[in-house]
């Protein structure tokens, strides 16, 4: 078939199947079976046959991509912020919410101006996306966290990606457990995270990129979505530098009050600030440690 047939016959594929932006999605599975950069598109000769091998490469990534494999899973990376970031089944796909959530923790450190390497904690760091581009864009010690082993080899190499071998290190474990042995108390000037938050009852009815190939644990926050905020929020405080560290948090969907709450009635933290995103969706919570 040539590369017109063959895109022709994907895109038909996919569109069959329910797949959104189907063009879009054939012609990304095109450019990497021929290890194209999509600017290369434009010098394309789309009257050109494929060869064998391609063709087959071809059909089978359409095919999964037609079973609701998510591109991303298939073409072995995701965009997050500059940079292509490794991933596979064993992460979330980083997500351009979570972008935001790495300003806005920029974007309030830099305004404190402090000296010195800033001490981080990521939690639940998944693909490592948000500890690696904190690393890439402050001068900071990153500390990052997850229960998944799986997660942490992709993390891995997305230090690796990055070169930030010399600030990011990945700690397996639960939450805040693992940080405990590091003598970090009162020393943090970031707890972040971005942790799974969609309430348990709804997480089959997602789009089956989601409900079927990414990774529960990432995804699922319990009952009504709060669970890893109820236990994130208490346990950042004791690690908080007094009157300078943030806790930073990404907001699942309409949990913005119930997060909040949890965070007043603790006490310990300035009052909140709310960020949403270009949707209007309240999507970061940032509260800064009091005394
Ligand atoms: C929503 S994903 C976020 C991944 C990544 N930080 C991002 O923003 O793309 C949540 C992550 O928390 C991890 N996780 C779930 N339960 C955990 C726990 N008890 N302790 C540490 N990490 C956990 C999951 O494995 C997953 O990687």
Redesign the pocket.
């Known amino acids: 078939m040539t590369i017109n047939e063959s895109l022709q016959w994907a895109i038909g594929m996919l569109e069959q199947e329910g797949v959104e932006n189907a063009r879009g999605n054939a012609e990304h599975l095109l450019d990497h079976c021929l290890g194209m950069e999509r600017t290369a598109r434009f010098f394309l000769r789309y009257e050109r046959a494929l060869s064998a091998a391609e063709e087959n490469e071809y059909r089978r990534l359409v095919t999964q991509r037609a079973d609701r494999v998510p591109l991303q899973y298939l073409l072995g990376k995701a965009p997050f912020l500059n940079e292509d970031l490794v991933v596979d089944e064993g ?2 796909i ?2 351009p919410e ?1 972008e935001q959530v790495v300003e806005v923790a920029i974007r309030l450190l830099r305004q404190e101006g402090g000296v010195g390497d800033l001490v981080m904690f ?6 490592g ?2 500890a690696v581009s904190l690393a890439k864009e402050l001068p900071a010690k990153v500390w990052a ?4 082993a799986d ?1 942490l080899k992709v993390a891995q190499a997305n230090i690796r990606r990055l070169r930030v071998e010399g600030q990011v290190t990945l700690i397996h ?3 805040f457990c693992p940080f405990h042995v590091l003598n970090l108390e009162g020393q943090v000037d970031l707890v972040i995270s ?3 938050y969609i309430p348990h009852g709804i997480l089959g009815g997602l789009a089956p990129e989601v409900s079927q190939y990414e ?1 529960w ?3 699922d926050g319990g009952e009504d979505g709060c669970d ?1 905020y109820r236990e994130i929020i208490p346990e950042a405080i004791s690690f908080l530098k007094p009157d300078m560290g943030w806790l930073i948090l ?1 907001l699942g969907d309409g949990l913005a009050i119930q997060v909040k709450d949890i965070i007043e009635s603790q006490r310990k933290f300035a009052p909140p600030q709310i960020f949403p995103d270009l949707n209007g969706k309240a999507r970061v919570i940032a509260a800064k440690r009091g005394q």
């Open positions: 992460v979330l980083p997500r979570t990521d939690i639940g760091t998944g693909s996306a948000i966290s997850d229960v998944s997660a474990g639960d939450l971005n942790p799974p990774p644990m990432a995804l890893f990404e």
